[in-house]
């Protein structure tokens, strides 16, 4: 189960997508990629790098 506004305990059926496994992993890598994409483009990668630690520099495997 996918809950389409990202809150895991919103269980209203309007909130909730039955997809796959692999589907739900495809959709929430595509979103962490293009989150990775903004951080980058709009300089924000050493703030990014402050909050998460050296995992933000291995993040997907993404180096600034």
Known sequence: IHHKNGDKIDNRIENLELITHFQHLKYHLHLEKEAIKFIK??????????????????FLNLNP
Not at 41 to 51: A, H, M, R
């Open 41 to 58: 483009k709009k300089g924000f990668w050493k703030e990014f790098l402050n909050d998460f630690g050296n995992n933000g520099s291995s």
